[in-house]
């Protein structure tokens, strides 16, 4: 599985998904309000904002990323989302194209379901009016869940003769059944874990009901959900809002309206607004100064885009305080507990080249457990191959299984070659002596 992180956008057809992938990043994805618009999975780059280290350690000036941006110690670091094709109730059992949507999923580590809470769209996709949303949200953890049961479920005569006869954990039968949705041993343990089972475990036990229990566990950690609560700009939104809330509290939702966020960057990009992502507000030619009129060269805005505008900022922006598009993205990344972490080659100047420059010029989203020496395996097989220590900010030696967090993910790697190096330099500079 890829280390980048990986958003998948799922949901129904026309709930918005092609239109929130369009919002979110730099795609332009086919939008159209007809089933499966999409058939070939759309990708696009979005930008996950966190605090840069720069800021702390007042190298905001000098900050250089490779990717993405920083601003006044505000880090934009890019990741992918994937806008599946379209699915539909039956899918576990090929219907629509459900096949191709559950294949494109594997790749995903965290999933943004698309739900269109104006109720202005049935189970398929197709026009209606009164339709309950909360059906989307049941239906679809439905579906993916019957695909990775049956095909445990089909194998599980094999699974429990494989135990009995290699004498091995649960845990690492599980894994390796398991490994072609992208499942690392952690995931397995942490789902056993979280249903109170531990190791020893006999397999040969489990009716049905456990395994759908334990796919029940596996499917929150390994594809932890945000529902972006899509259309709130829609009358009919704000009753089902409420009803979705109510049914599932404990549940990670974010209203959003990504055409609403198409349109003001639309108007951004032609010049009628000044625009930010994910900010509360826009300012258009009438609400600038006179002098601001002159220095920032607004166009202005005939009645008909006034009118559409203060609608929007009504409707959207102070009802819920942003199109809420940046705020989905936040959250997928930090439901699944990605850490960024900074290689440098130099702990003093956070620098990661050898002259000095290029600060803090490298990150990488790595997943929560991830380990010092793993994370430079990630980075280049040579430094794992040729690994000899880590360092953390203050210079202390970090160990080689040592989980890395969000107070140790500086990291200076020492690897044979460069030590070798410098040994080098330095006979050579006393011989010269």
């Not at 890019?78 to 219907?95: I, N, R, T, Y």
């Not at 599980?156 to 091995?168: E, F, L």
């Not at 097989?381 to 970090?398: C, F, N, V, W």
Request: proline residues 4%; hydrophobic residues 30%.
């Amino acid at each position: 599985m890829s280390h980048e992180l990986i958003i998948g956008c799922i949901g129904k057809p026309s709930a918005g998904k092609s239109s929130f992938l369009n919002a979110a990043t730099d795609s332009t994805a086919k939008v159209g309000n007809y089933p499966f618009t999409t058939i070939e999975p759309n990708i696009g780059v979005a930008y996950y904002p966190t605090e840069c280290p720069c800021k702390k350690y007042d190298k905001s000036s000098l900050c250089s990323p490779r990717y993405g941006t920083c601003k006044d110690g505000c880090r934009n670091i890019p990741v992918k989302m994937l806008d599946v094709a379209g699915l539909v109730p039956g899918a576990s059992e090929g219907k629509g194209l459900g096949n191709q949507f559950l294949d494109d999923l594997r790749h995903a580590h965290v999933l943004l379901h698309v739900v269109d809470v104006s109720g202005n769209t049935n189970e398929k996709g197709e026009e209606t009016t009164g339709y309950d949303p909360i059906n989307d949200i049941h239906w679809l953890k439905e579906e993916i869940h019957s695909w990775i049961f049956n095909n445990l479920w089909k194998r599980w005569g094999n699974i429990i003769r494989k135990q009995a006869s290699t004498k091995s954990p649960a845990d690492l039968i599980l894994q390796k059944k398991l490994s072609g949705y992208g499942t690392r041993i952690t995931v397995v343990r942490q789902s056993l874990e979280n249903i109170d089972l531990r190791e020893p475990i006999n397999l040969s036990t489990w009716t049905d009901d456990d395994v759908h229990r334990f796919v029940n566990s596996f499917l929150d950690v390994r594809f932890p959900t945000v529902l972006a609560l899509n259309k709130v700009d829609q009358s009919t939104s704000d009753l089902n809002i409420s009803r979705i809330c109510s049914k599932y509290p404990d549940y990670s939702m974010i209203p959003t309206s990504a055409l609403a966020e198409c349109f003001l960057r639309k108007m951004k990009t032609q010049g009628f607004i000044e625009y930010k992502e994910g900010d509360d507000n826009f300012k258009t030619y009438d609400d600038c100064t006179d002098t601001e009129k002159i220095t920032t060269k607004l166009k202005q805005s005939d009645d008909k885009l006034k009118g559409r505008l203060e609608k929007l900022r009504d409707l959207v922006l102070f009802r819920y305080g942003s199109t809420g598009i940046q705020s989905a993205i936040k959250e997928a990344v930090e439901l699944k507990k990605f850490i960024p972490v900074y290689p440098v080659k130099n702990l003093k100047s956070l620098s990661c080249d050898k002259s000095g420059g290029s600060v803090l010029r490298d990150c990488m989203l790595v997943p929560q457990g991830t380990q010092v020496r793993e994370f430079a395996g990630m980075l280049h097989p040579d430094l794992d191959k040729y690994y000899l220590y880590a360092e953390g900010i203050t210079g202390q030696r970090l160990g080689e299984t040592e989980e890395i967090t969000l107070s140790n993910n500086i990291i200076k790697f020492t690897t044979a070659a460069i030590e070798q190096s410098s040994n080098t330099n330095n006979n050579n500079n006393d011989d010269s002596k």
